[in-house]
């Protein structure tokens, strides 16, 4: 623990705490400390006293998931719903239903409602290469295709990034369809899918990735959807498909999918053009699910309900929960 400005004099052999609580009780402490100094109202980046609250409900959250003594464990999640309380009513924040321009627009991530802090960086000294742009944008261009992709799928421009990651089936599975009956439910339980598409009413495509949480197109790249401006195939011998790729580099999707949220597609990436871009470290969406959890753990379902459904409603356009809801399915859909 270092409690004081240490200075070349001092002695250096520093002490290492006893017990994980102590630990996250003196993180706690800081927090206490900053929320009492900080501001309500400060300039886009800066750290604010919202932005304390919420991170101290997440850090009591994150603590409590190490203890094992079951008072300390409440008293943890007691501070973080007392700190999302605390954080709600300063009426500082809303939810933004622009939910994809949270994340891939400068403009709408600095002007914001709902972020309470963010990073941003500015193209004076941020080139695309410096953000995590590069790294979610593939590789891929006429001379490493195969034949007869580009002839069926050419792209407006080359795709330049270098691509290290990419959603997995798991990922996209957990964006739910909005059914008929107007339940959410995953794409191959919903009716579009077990019915339409089987009776051949319907092309895959539109059973598999139509009517889905609006947060999945925000999120997710997925087979003949638009990326910057052309038109994307992730399928078997499509034009960003690993296997329609000569060199089979690393950046092309192996999944079938690619990450949207967090690109800015207003420019083609070239890795050192300028860019501005945006981090969002702390929003009021998350500091919901935040809340919602404290709840969960506090044993009060229904106000753990009423927060999930608040993005569940804004960002993904989904029915709500009821009470009717299974505490397990409360849970399970919490979590995704």
């Given amino acids: 623990i270092v409690d004081k400005v240490l200075t070349p004099d001092d002695d250096m052999e520093l002490s290492r705490t006893k017990t994980i609580k102590e630990t996250y009780d003196f993180i706690l402490k800081d927090l206490d400390e900053a929320i009492e100094r900080l501001p309500v109202d400060v300039a886009s980046g800066r750290i604010s006293k919202g932005a304390a609250y919420a991170l101290k409900a997440e850090v009591c959250l994150q603590g409590a998931a190490y203890l094992d003594d079951t008072n300390e464990k409440r008293d943890y999640y007691t501070q973080a719903r007392t700190a999302s309380e605390s954080l709600f009513g300063l009426n500082k924040y809303s939810l933004d239903p622009d939910f994809k321009g949270l994340f891939n627009d400068y403009s709408v991530g600095t002007n914001s409602s709902e972020i309470i802090l963010g990073v941003y960086n500015i193209s004076e000294n941020t080139s695309f290469q410096n953000t995590w742009m590069q790294e979610l944008v593939p590789n891929m261009n006429m001379d490493k295709a195969i034949d007869g992709v580009w002839e069926k799928w050419p792209l407006d421009k080359n795709f330049e990034g270098w691509m290290d990651r990419a959603p997995s089936q798991e990922v996209t599975d957990a964006f739910l369809v909005i059914d008929k009956d107007g339940v959410a439910k995953p794409w191959n339980e919903a009716s579009y899918y077990t019915e339409d598409f089987k009776q051949g009413k319907l092309w895959v495509n539109d059973a ?65 053009d300028p860019t501005n871009y945006h981090y ?14 404290a709840m969960l753990r506090l044993g009060d379902k229904s106000s753990a309900i009423e927060y999930i459904n608040k993005t569940r409603d804004v960002h993904g356009g989904l029915p709500g929960l009821t009470a009717t809801t299974s505490l397990e399915d409360v849970w399970k859909y919490y979590k995704i």
Avoid: M, P
Wanted: charged share 25%; glycine share 6%.
């Fill in 208 to 272: 598999i990735y139509g009517y889905r949480d609006k947060r999945f197109a925000a999120t997710i790249v997925y087979d003949s959807c638009r990326f910057f401006t052309s038109l994307v195939t992730t399928r078997l011998k499509g034009n960003i498909h690993y296997l329609s790729n000569k060199e089979q580099a690393r950046h092309v999707t192996k999944s079938g999918y690619v990450y949207r949220k967090g690109v800015y597609e207003d420019k083609w990436l070239w890795y050192s």
């Fill in 280 to 293: 969002v470290v702390l929003r009021l969406g998350r500091s919901y699910l935040n809340y919602a959890e």
